[in-house]
């Protein structure tokens, strides 16, 4: 018997006469030859296990995310409203006629400034966030955006071309990039209130995002509380000798000293360095004007309201009862504070918007009035307080309201005289009671005033001569004090008004003058030119008057302070403005300056310049245009209806959505109102925009939870009906 270790299987051997195992020994030196890499084969590694991550690395992880998003939202809304900071800046003024100042000449601007540059660096941090914590451009497409969003976009890319084609058309695109003196809401702040509202509406996904902007908003609503406060009891920050230090840039002077030294110099010597114009316990917080404080609160005051009434609403679950009640108290605080300042700003434009937030709170909060009866009481209690606390504020401003809505259907304050009443003897001096001038138009050779509803003309032709609207001559006698002055010898205009001339660079000027105020008209190649209140002495600045466009409020132009005058002289300025406007922010150059006599007659000043209509529908108007006031409109149509159909329904599936949702609705819807007798600022922009594009956010929260329930109600009602 052979061997067994010499027993060889037949299928062991192949045609080569080699077996299987010096084939593979064979196979894998050729293939070590041809590449080494793949010398031996490879054993199939089992895949590792995933590492379990870190809990707490990944929620700081999202806290990272979270803050990169929503610090530049916090920046925007509420930390810009704070800053009040001088700065001296120049402007290219000498070519306004309407304007006393120069190229040279250093504009001091302590409340808006710096408030515009956050508002651009916000937006600029904003977009660096987006870039940086974008989610895969995969995720991106498989998002579908809401049909509100797509609309919100749409109008605001409206709004943003017509703004920008605006600027390009303007001819004073020195204002209208950033905007003018006292306002600073040009071209870029407005493209970058557009892009935050898109983001936050965008940003803003959850509760937890929402409470990380509620706690700043509530932080910054108290510190102007206290502000406006101490504002109004007479204990204004901003006169002490530290808050004018802290709104002071530090600078050093030749002598040693410093801007700071000085202040602290003025007022061991009782002098105050900045005397802001505003009357003693005037309300003007951080805003520049009073009038832009109750235009604010009208957005802040049913939020503050609503997130009380959130934290004591007797159905809510979790968290300790104490902890909300303690909540509540500070909202409370805030709320009272707010109105406290609300009332004290003395403004009644801002009384239109509370009767709106009333009416909606009425409607909105219809099915819960039982059920939050306690809190709801708690704040009716404070709201009657405050009031009678400053009742000697509100009160006054109602009866005025009062009175200025019964001037609408009131008679002009003068009568037309008739003819002409020659005559040489009269008790007045001349010109020692005040007219009403109701129109200045200067000519070739002439002067035309209207002089309490009497046309008056100044001619000159070869001599001086003084006529009436019918082209009668009046007789002049010269008045004995060596001033070339003459009084008219008709009972009409003898009371009101002298004339004389002067001359000016060679030039005759004829002078009409009042009981305070002399009109000088200087004599040029083109014809009579009306020297302007912003002329002087080094600097001649001069205008040619022709009739001034005007629509409505003939008999009431100090209708709603002075705002039928405003609106009168604005709403002719639409029919050339209906795609484009003058140029964002750029409302002072489009309404006619020269309009002396109604400054004269109605606001009582001809010195006055007017930058703003006190209608922020009309504002937009003029500045971007007719369609960006539609567009405009219909950002805030768009929220509102939105809300109504969400958030505003309270079904309780997301408290705090719902909740600091129906408080915005009502504020927006508030601050609508309002713009109708107000105009925006980059004081209160910032705020409103903030507001709104959370209230957007709100609205899908609440939208999405209602969509998530909606199967478990389906549920129960299909149970009930089969029970």
Not at 145 to 159: D, E, I, R, W
Not at 611 to 623: G, T
Request: charged share 20%; aromatic share 12%.
């Amino acid at each position: 018997m052979a061997n067994s270790k010499f027993q060889i299987n037949a299928e062991d051997i192949n045609k080569e006469g080699l077996s299987s195992k010096a084939l593979d020994q064979r196979d894998a030196g050729i293939a070590k030859r041809k590449d080494p890499k793949k010398a031996e084969p490879q054993a199939t590694k089992e895949p590792k296990a995933p590492k379990e991550r870190d809990p707490r690395l990944e929620k700081l992880a999202e806290m990272g995310i979270r803050t990169v998003r929503l610090l530049p939202i916090v920046l925007f809304g509420f930390g810009s409203i704070l800053l009040v900071r001088r700065i001296d800046l120049t402007r290219p003024m000498e070519q306004l006629f309407w304007s006393p100042l120069g190229d040279d000449s250093l504009q001091t601007d302590f409340f808006n400034y710096y408030k515009m540059l956050t508002v651009l660096f916000s937006a600029l941090l904003a977009m660096l966030a987006a870039f940086f914590t974008a989610p895969p451009v995969g995720e991106l497409r498989r998002r579908k955006a809401s049909k509100t969003g797509k609309a919100a976009a749409s109008l605001c890319a409206v709004y943003a071309l017509t703004a920008a084609a605006s600027y390009l058309a303007c001819d004073y695109k020195a204002f209208a990039l950033t905007g003018a003196l006292d306002r600073f809401e040009g071209l870029l702040p407005t493209l970058a209130y557009l892009f935050m509202l898109l983001y936050i509406m965008t940003v803003v996904k959850s509760e937890k995002d929402l409470k990380f902007l509620l706690w700043p908003f509530t932080c910054v609503m108290g510190i102007l509380g206290v502000l406006g406060v101490g504002q109004a009891i007479g204990k204004d920050f901003f006169r002490t000798t530290l808050g004018q230090q802290l709104i002071t840039p530090l600078v050093k002077y030749s002598d040693g000293t410093t801007s700071w030294i000085a202040i602290a110099t003025n007022a061991i010597r009782g002098v105050t360095t900045y005397d802001f114009k505003f009357g003693e316990g005037m309300v003007y917080q951080t805003v520049y004007n009073p009038n832009y404080v109750p235009f604010y609160l009208c957005l802040v005051l049913p939020v503050l309201a609503m997130l009380a009434l959130l934290l004591w609403d007797p159905d809510r679950e979790g968290g300790k009862k104490s902890l909300r009640l303690l909540g509540g108290a500070a909202l409370l605080a805030v709320y009272g504070m707010a109105l406290w300042s609300f009332f004290c700003a003395n403004s009644a434009s801002g009384y239109v918007g509370l009767a709106v937030m009333f009416v909606l709170a009425l409607v909105l909060l219809r099915n819960h009035l039982i059920r939050l009866l306690k809190p709801l009481a708690v704040f009716v209690l404070v709201t009657a307080v405050v009031m009678g606390a400053v009742s000697d504020r509100w009160l006054p401003e109602v009866k005025k309201a009062a009175g200025l809505a019964a001037q609408a259907l009131a008679t002009p304050a003068y009568a037309e005289e008739g003819p002409a009443t020659v005559s040489f003897e009269f008790e007045k001096a001349p010109a020692s009671r005040r007219a009403s001038i109701d129109k200045l138009v200067t000519g070739k050779n002439y002067v035309t005033m209207t002089v309490n509803g009497n046309d008056f003309m100044l001619i000159i032709d070869d001599a001086m001569i003084c006529a009436d609207g019918d082209q009668f001559m009046l007789p002049m006698l010269p008045i004995d004090d060596g001033s070339n002055m003459y009084y008219i010898c008709d009972s009409r205009f003898h009371d009101y008004i002298k004339v004389g001339y002067v001359f000016l660079e060679k030039d005759p000027c004829l002078i009409i003058a009042t009981y305070d105020y002399q009109w000088k008209f200087h004599l040029t190649d083109e014809g009579f030119k009306f020297v302007t209140p912003g002329s002087s002495e080094t600097q001649l600045k001069e205008t040619a008057i022709g009739e001034i466009p005007s629509v409505g409020f003939e008999n009431n132009p100090k209708w709603g302070s002075n705002r039928g005058l405003l609106w009168s002289r604005t709403l002719p300025l639409l029919k050339s403005r209906l795609l484009i406007g003058e140029g964002p922010d750029c409302f002072v150059f489009a309404y006619p300056q020269e309009d002396y006599a109604a400054k004269y007659t109605v606001q009582r000043n001809p010195a006055i310049i007017n930058n703003k209509p006190h209608n922020m529908y009309l504002q937009r108007a003029v500045e971007t245009g007719f369609v960006s006031m539609l567009a405009y409109i219909g950002l805030i149509v768009l929220f509102l209806l939105d809300s109504f159909k969400n958030s505003c329904r309270l079904k309780g599936h997301a408290r705090l959505a719902e909740y600091l949702g129906t408080g915005i609705c009502m504020g927006v819807a508030a601050f609508a109102a309002t713009g109708m007798l107000n105009d925006t600022t980059i004081c209160t922009g910032p705020m409103f925009y903030t507001l709104m594009g959370v209230g957007f956010a709100c609205n899908r929260m609440a939208e999405k939870e209602a969509a998530k329930a909606q199967p478990a109600v389906e549920a129960a009602e299909t149970a009930s009906e089969v029970a």
